[in-house]
């Protein structure tokens, strides 16, 4: 049965909300009486994001390759997402273990799946999927589908978005926007309408957690973080239901199991129809035969047996919660509203200590498998109909910066920064007639260039020789509303200019992400005092080289012990500038500009004179910090 399209005729195209997930996609559209799930002729939501490849080289898509996996699994892709703008190496697997062949191919070794002798970039199958959808929404709908808004997970980075927004493009789609899954939940909630409120939006899946917090002011809907586990889900729960059909089987039988796919398949299937049993029921029955490994099951499973089992899992994602509200600077006491997505969150432990957790009831009025198309197709209406009720903000996951002079670096957009956003910030030379600089792009938690990632570099050439610590290097960072980076760097005076659009040609795997947030964190108070103290140093430095210049230059014009004065602190910087007390460099700098204090005035009125006789104070001062960061670029 099909759903009327409401509105939509008027419009002479459908714009839709895309939910690519990773073992099915739905799409949803908003019609004159609020956003719907769209159907297609035979009433199904879901297109199983499953890609078959017949003999002849021509796709099947959804349900039909669906079948086809059994039969045909090495012509048969499924769950290619976790694939989008990685390399193998990223994969964080083994890929023989894959049902189908995945090679390392094209520009820098991204993943390619090998199908018939063909190979096939993941975002060529995702669009395959995409293309599916839209074809099932134009046959319902009569019209065209030619805009949509497609979600990600938060944690996706550049390449991963890029991915996306470029299987969108291969499936004939214009990509409004590409927003995160839990940012569209808060949306189908109509929580943007509000006046003002943290949201936490708590996402069990199948196979991931992840958790996002929100905040909604003024009618600015912003992310403020966002933290998860990618191996957490509800095939965890299958496994935790189906270790307990094998309690009491013994030893060769399981050993047995081992050499048997089809058997373990089959018990993975049981295990989650008892699962999702009991989500509705207290008790369910679980009888198969598995023949080859010798295997007969009988058995009755509880919900408190299966409560017991999947307990310690389910409070882990609590540990994430915290982690992300603290990340936030927030308690559970400030959030007003928790909204939940997913399959796994159907099941009644999860909803019960939500609820104990965070003190208040979560939503549950919407389905959670829909709740994220339907914010999709809330956030495609908003970007068409112009009518801008919400300003849509998500973040950015990690920091970036770029390398500096010693191999520290300066971080220019911080981790959950709210995108879009743009920041940038001045650097110089380290060495005499410098024509180029290299930029070095960064991403992490960490203080120093070398614990970091590396997400590309490039030079900028063509700057005019000059002494080192003239050239103003002025760069740019700018992410757009897709996660995408522009890194420019525009050297001031010559106007020579390079950028790069940063496509990471290695994604990260999600495990990592996290891995690095956690790094951040653990080295937090080493890295804050290594990098302070490295500050300092550069800062010592520059202090005793002006200082030595005054005295050079106007040293005759004071007394003989301020002079003596002078030296002495210098040396006293010089002293604390090879230690590692931060306190002491800190007292000595200090020091120094009291010293040269008198000097100092001397210097002013020498200004004073000099500028009635026509010399610029420019001139005078020569060498001074013309506002840039003492800090270089790195050199290559
Ligand atoms: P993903 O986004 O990771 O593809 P979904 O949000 O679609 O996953 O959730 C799928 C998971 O939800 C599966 O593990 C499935 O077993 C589980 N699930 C679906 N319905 C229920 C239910 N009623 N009770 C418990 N688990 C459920
Ligand atoms: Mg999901």
Known sequence: MAIELGTV??????????????????????????????????????????????????????QDAQARALTNPRGTVTSVKRFMGKGIEDLGEDPSRLPYRVVSGGEAGLVRIEIGGQLYTPQEISALVLKEVKRRVEQVS?????????????YFDDAQRQ??????????LEVLR???????????????RKQKSVIVVYDLGGGTFDVSVL????????????????????????????????EGVDAPRRAALGEDPLALHALKVAGERAKIALSAE????????????????????????????????????????????????????????????????????????????????PHVEIDPDEVVALGAAVQAEQLTAGRQEALLLDVTPLSLGIETYGGGASKLIHRNTSIPCRASEGFTTSVDHQTSVEVHILQ???????????????????IPPMSAGLPRVLVEFAIDANGILKVSAREMVSGALASIEVRPSYGLTDTEVEAMISAGMEHAQEDFEAHMLADLKVEAATVVRYARKALRDHGARVADEARAGIEAAIAGVEEAAAGEDRGRLHDAIDALNQATHPIAEEMMNEVLRVTVTGRTVDDVLEGKDSGMKARDVTLG
Do not use: C
């Not at 991915?163 to 004939?172: I, V």
């Not at 992490?444 to 063509?462: K, P, T």
């Open 215 to 246: 905040r909604l002011s003024e009618g600015v809907f912003k992310v403020l973080s966002t933290a998860g586990n990618t191996r957490l889900g509800g095939d965890d729960f299958d496994y935790a239901v189906v270790d307990l059909l094998l």
């Open 178 to 192: 590409i927003v995160n899954e839990p940012t569209a939940a808060a949306l189908a909630y109509g929580l943007h």
């Open 444 to 462: 992490g938690e960490r203080e120093m260039a070398r614990d970091l990632r590396s997400l590309g570099r490039f030079r900028l050439r063509g």
């Open 282 to 361: 207290e008790s369910t029955r679980v009888q198969m035969d598995l023949a080859g490994s010798g295997i007969a099951i009988d058995r009755e499973v509880d919900r408190a047996t299966l409560e017991a089992a999947i307990g310690p899992l389910v409070e882990d994602t609590f540990r994430h919660v915290r982690f992300a509200l603290n990340d936030a600077d927030l308690d559970v006491g400030d959030v007003d509203e928790v909204v939940l997505v997913g399959g796994s969150t159907r099941i009644p432990l999860v909803r019960r200590r939500v609820e104990e957790v965070f003190g208040k009831k």
């Open 9 to 62: 005729s008027e419009r002479k195209e459908v714009v839709v909300g895309i939910d690519l997930g990773t073992t099915h996609s739905l799409a949803a559209h908003v019609r004159w009486d609020g956003p719907r799930v769209i159907r297609d002729r035979q009433g199904r939501k879901w297109v199983p994001s499953v890609v078959a490849i017949d003999e002849g080289g021509s796709p099947v898509v959804g």
């Open 142 to 154: 009569g019209l065209p589908v030619r805009r949509a808004v497609i979600t990600v997970p938060a």
């Open 163 to 172: 991915a996306t927004r470029d299987a969108g493009r291969l499936a004939g």
